[in-house]
Antibody
Framework: VQLVESGGGLVQPGGSLRLSCAAS????????MNWVRQAPGKGLEWVSL????????VYADSVRGRFTISRDNSRNTLFLQMGGLRGDDTAVYYC??????????????WGQGTRVSVSS | DIVMTQSPLSLPVTPGEPASISCRSS???????????VDWYLQKPGQSPQLLIY???RRASGVPDRFSGSGSGTDFTLKISRVKAEDIGVYYC?????????FGGGTRVEIK
């Protein structure tokens, strides 16, 4: 299993960014996927979940209405469209795989993360 | 939201000695299927988190048997029977019972 995130960078407050996670080594379309973030020097915060078929999405209160999770099962890729970015969105963003189709009782694999910095 | 509280914040350990980390949840993580929906992760310095224990006591693939998870309901423990230098890092518990999925604040394990 490999999960490779990309798309991070420096963005101004209020700006947008689109993160990607390229998956390989497993049947991507059969598992729910998640984004988890970690602010500098801080702990882990779950951000969002999407079911295997992409029909259901769930968000943390801190990002609901600003972030959109999606997936392209034909390209084995997970996305996170981030808008209305704020300083407290600064973090390393990890793509994390669920062992199941619709829920995530645990994360069995994690990517290496992509860094997002929000600053003027 | 379910709040996960870990202790201690920092744990100095001696190689070869046992170590124990506690995690308490604000509500029961015991599902009607009999499993406790608590997991443990280790984030080694400079690395992504890795799964150690899921469903309270099941070791993930490749995890050494010196790691064990126990507990039920709202009180859980991760034990390392004999600490090795490679076990240093930050340990997190997480509840997988309901969204939002929530983590404990982390316990930093360091060598004395």
């Amino acid at each position: 299993v490999q999960l490779v995130e990309s798309g991070g960078g420096l963005v101004q407050p209020g700006g947008s960014l689109r993160l990607s996670c390229a998956a390989s080594g497993f049947t991507f379309s059969e598992y729910a996927m998640n984004w988890v973030r970690q602010a500098p020097g801080k702990g882990l915060e779950w951000v969002s979940l999407i079911t295997d078929d992409g029909d259901t999405t769930v968000y943390a209160d801190s990002v609901r209405g600003r972030f959109t999770i999606s997936r392209d099962n034909s390209r084995n890729t997970l996305f996170l469209q981030m808008g209305g970015l704020r300083g407290d969105d600064t973090a390393v963003y990890y793509c994390a795989k669920s062992p199941m189709t619709t829920v995530t009782p645990w994360f069995d694999f994690w990517g290496q993360g992509t860094r997002v910095s929000v600053s003027s | 939201d379910i709040v996960m509280t870990q202790s201690p914040l920092s744990l100095p350990v001696t190689p070869g000695e046992p170590a124990s980390i506690s995690c308490r949840s604000s509500q029961s993580l015991l599902h009607s299927n009999g499993y406790n929906y608590v997991d443990w992760y280790l984030q080694k310095p400079g690395q992504s988190p890795q799964l150690l224990i899921y469903l309270g006591s099941r070791r993930a693939s490749g995890v050494p048997d010196r790691f064990s998870g126990s507990g039920s309901g709202t009180d859980f423990t991760l034990k390392i029977s004999r600490v090795k230098a490679e076990d240093i890092g930050v340990y997190y518990c997480m509840q997988g019972l309901q969204t939002p999925l929530t983590f404990g604040g982390g316990t930093r394990v360091e060598i004395k």
